[in-house]
Structure formats: C-alpha cells, structure tokens
C-alpha cells in the first residue's frame, strides 16, 4: 500500500517531528545536540527556511519551519540534517543503519490561530516529559535564546510572536505569561485552548 505524499504548503509554518527508530535515544552527549543545532541553523540558512522554534529531546526531534517558495526545502533540510546524525552515530559504534524512524511527520500551522501556542508546545515538551521543571531550565530547546538567555543564532522570530510586545521585554513578558499558563504542574495552569489537542498534539511527546 502506498504512503499518503506529506502536505506541504510554501510560505506556511510546519510542525515537524522526528523519532528515533523504535523511540531508541539519538543524542547521548552534549556535543550531540550541539551537532544537530549546528546543521539545522547552516541548512536553514541555505535552503531560505525559516525556524521559528525547535526542541531536541533525548529520542525526538521538534522544528517549527516555514519554507519560502519552494515547500520541498523542509524535506531536503530534515533529511540532511538526518543523515549527518547518523552518520555521526555510525561512525562512533561501527555500524550501520539509521537511527530514525522511515517518514518525519509534519502539520502544517494554522497561523493565526496557533503559531505562538505551536511555539510553547515545542518548548514545553522537556517539561511534559519531566526532564526539567521548567523549560528555561532545558539547554536544548529555542526557549532560553527566545528569552534573551542564550546568544541569538537560531531563532527566527514570526511576526505573530513579534507582535506581542512593542520591544524584546515587553514580548518576553508576554510570552512567559503563555507559558506559564499551561505548565504541567502549575496551580493555575489552564487547559489548552479549543482544538488545540487536535492540531498539535497527534504528536505526542516521547
């Protein structure tokens, strides 16, 4: 039976996640991850996509992307960047084979409605899996560069998350109130907005 083709949309911002094969761990080191970052931020840069936030956890990858003319450069760059960690991963063990499961998924992002909560979602997902209590403490993910907490190398700010705030403060502020808001764990945590369970999280954290 053939595969559904991905949807994929120019100009339109794209959830995309990424799994090991057999949910096994693909980052074992800090240098890892490092990899993974460097390769994601040169390939974005070169094929014109845009990143908008992104979350490595231990046996997963989260990416929020949004291509310019030309939709197939989210393929092209997830693939590369795939490939490289497993060659990385090969060539440290003396295998072969690859590390990831065989199709990426991808959700194309209703953006006025979803964009920023698409960005919480990617940067809540260490502390859903209980690997930090709160998602500035996560080194890997796009939230503490977002925050003013890491150097700015990655990001690729969206105009919705732009509009926010008239200045950096007043958009972080803002920002961390959202994520205050639904933090697993909090008092006063709300529940995700209507529809947003359907649209963001047929991706579940691993």
């Not at 390769?39 to 979350?55: E, F, I, P, Q, S």
Request: aromatic residues 8%; hydrophobic residues 40%.
């Amino acid at each position: 039976m053939s595969r559904k083709p991905r949807i994929l949309i120019a100009h339109q911002p794209h959830h995309i996640v990424q799994r090991g094969h057999r949910r096994q761990n693909i980052f074992h080191s800090a240098a890892d991850y490092r990899a993974y970052l460097r390769d994601v931020r040169t390939d974005a840069r070169r094929l014109g996509v845009a990143l908008h936030a992104w979350c490595l956890m231990p046996n997963h990858v989260h990416l929020l992307l949004t291509p310019g003319d030309d939709p197939r450069t989210i393929s092209t760059l997830v693939q590369h960047v795939a490939r490289r960690a497993t060659r990385r991963w090969n060539a440290r063990r003396m295998t072969a084979g690859s590390i990831w499961e065989a199709r990426f998924k991808s959700k194309v992002i209703d953006e006025d409605r979803y964009l920023v909560q698409c960005c919480r979602y990617i940067e809540l997902n260490p502390v859903r899996a209980r690997l930090a209590a709160s998602a500035e403490d996560y080194p890997w993910s796009s939230y503490r560069e977002r925050m003013g907490m890491a150097p700015a190398e990655m990001l690729d700010l969206h105009a919705l998350y732009l509009a926010m705030g008239r200045d950096d403060a007043a958009r972080r502020t803002a920002y961390r109130r959202c994520i205050e808001d639904v933090t697993p764990g909090r008092a006063s945590a709300r529940r995700w907005p209507e529809g947003m369970a359907g649209a963001l999280d047929r991706h579940p954290p691993g």
